[in-house]
């Protein structure tokens, strides 16, 4: 029996990935006397095995269901609006009918106003303080909490998460970003480099637990920027030294820090880096100036080629680019992934630029809070979201995308989340990393990630 339940869910039918927020929260509300039980996989499992285990977890003490949204998006949905996916809709209506619990939501639908249901109790952002406090007046607490502090924080799971040794398993470095790029929506953005941060004995405190607890060895690095600084770099690579384990691990850095700091190439192969994403965002050089990225425009292709030779067949990268920025028009488009096919770069993508001028909670970029000092506006009347420039509007910005990705996918090896979330059903890093997509067996990896989910419902079941 559980105070809290949460319900996650990624949004993919390939890989039984698992989601950090909800173990964060669990292992936060744990710290201060609650019982906590997470629900992984839903959206892969049955709505009568997904209601069993809920309802084998609620008692007399539970004060709620808290789900998360942050997967949501890319779910294949059935005659519903989006976006609440069908598992969620499902079972809530049985749960509603037996048990009387709000329902908690969390993550970035929680600031959406196209929800299609009005009974969602919702938190914003990194909610550790808002939900502890909720739950301490929901059980008539009154209790002073010191708030949540990301430099001491402890994740610790339990032996009803049913880890098994061979998954990828996420972990959070730090919260926060240096950078300000013009597009972000992340929180804490432009902090000071080293903050936020988690103290580093904590962070091998946490691989040492989970190696000898469930033999983990793979993790998603979850930091906007892992390589914000030479230090942190330095320090990862000593943690990964000392251990008794061969550490590898995938997440966000930036590019442009390797080629200022060239002591980092060796340190993040080191520190056990396998594939990266990279934010490239344009080779153009006034695009990439404008979105906050001009080194890009510059000198990153030099750059990528020198480094490619320089990891050899150690480490891979994702390379992600924006189209739709300011000055740049179809013909550079072409040319940048012209590039990539040339140089065999090992799997990018380019993806229309989002912005957001509703009056949503989400936070805001700049782009999102002065469109049209950068150019663009909302023409359309029946269609808010597509915004227009003197080259684009967001449709078309997104037609030639899916166009790019038709005509390129063939050209595409599995690097950075994706690459690591194969390699989490049971592969090593090497067996998939330097292997074409269009020649992976799809439907054994579906097989395999049916196997997984089926023995943690027959574990949470039994």
Not at 190 to 213: A, I, Q, V
Request: aromatic share 14%; net charge negative; glycine share 6%.
């Amino acid at each position: 029996m559980a105070n809290i339940i949460f319900l996650t869910c990624v949004n993919t039918d390939v890989t039984p990935t698992r989601a950090v927020a909800s173990y964060q929260l669990a292992s936060w509300v744990r710290q201060h006397g609650y019982t906590a039980k997470v629900i992984d996989f839903c959206h892969q499992m049955s709505t009568d095995n997904l209601v069993a285990i809920i309802e084998k977890n609620i008692g007399p003490d539970t004060l709620a269901i808290g789900v998360s949204s942050t997967f949501w998006n890319g779910l294949v949905q059935t005659n519903r609006n989006y976006p609440e996916p069908d598992w969620v809709l499902d079972a809530h209506k049985i749960i509603n009918s037996r048990h009387k619990l709000p329902w908690l939501l969390g993550g970035y639908a929680s600031a959406s106003t196209g929800l299609t249901q009005d009974w969602w109790v919702k938190f914003y952002g990194n909610a550790e303080d808002a939900l502890l406090k909720w739950m301490d007046e929901n059980s008539s607490k009154l209790i002073r909490r010191e708030p949540f502090d990301i430099k001491t924080s402890t994740k610790n799971f339990l032996t009803d998460d049913f880890i098994q040794p061979f998954e990828i398993m996420p972990i959070e470095l730090g919260r926060g970003c240096m950078f300000k790029c013009r597009f972000c929506r992340y929180d804490l953005l432009g902090k000071r480099p080293g903050t936020y941060l988690r103290n580093f004995d904590l962070l091998k405190d946490e691989f040492l637990r989970n190696y000898d607890e469930w033999g983990t060895t793979k993790y998603y690095f979850l930091d906007d920027t892992v390589n914000e600084s030479e230090e942190k770099i330095r320090a990862l690579a000593d943690i990964a030294q000392s251990l008794p384990f061969k550490l590898e691990w995938t997440g966000y850095n930036r590019l442009d820090l390797i080629c200022r700091r060239p002591g980092m190439i060796n340190m993040l192969r080191d520190s056990g880096l396998r594939t990266a994403y990279f934010g490239i965002e344009s080779f153009h050089p006034a695009a990439s100036l404008v979105v906050g990225k001009g080194w890009s425009g510059k000198e990153s292709k030099e750059f990528l080629i020198k480094l490619k030779k320089e990891w050899g067949k150690d480490i891979t990268w994702y390379l992600s680019f924006i189209i739709g920025l300011p000055g740049e028009d179809r013909a550079s488009i072409e040319d940048s992934n012209q590039w990539c096919v040339d140089n065999e770069m090992y799997e990018w993508n380019f993806h229309a630029l989002s912005i957001n001028r509703s009056n949503s909670k989400l936070l805001k970029s700049e782009f999102d809070r002065e469109y049209e000092k950068y150019g663009y506006s909302f023409p359309f009347e029946h269609d808010p979201l597509n915004w227009k420039n003197e080259l684009w509007t967001f449709r078309t910005a997104m037609a030639y995308s899916d166009d790019i990705l038709k005509r390129t996918t063939d050209k595409h090896l599995a690097t950075a989340w994706f690459l690591a979330s194969l390699v989490g059903i049971g592969y090593t890093y090497d067996e998939l990393m330097h292997t074409p997509k269009i020649e992976f067996d799809w439907e054994k990896f579906k097989r395999q990630t049916k196997k997984i989910v089926d023995d943690y419902v027959a574990y949470q079941l039994g």
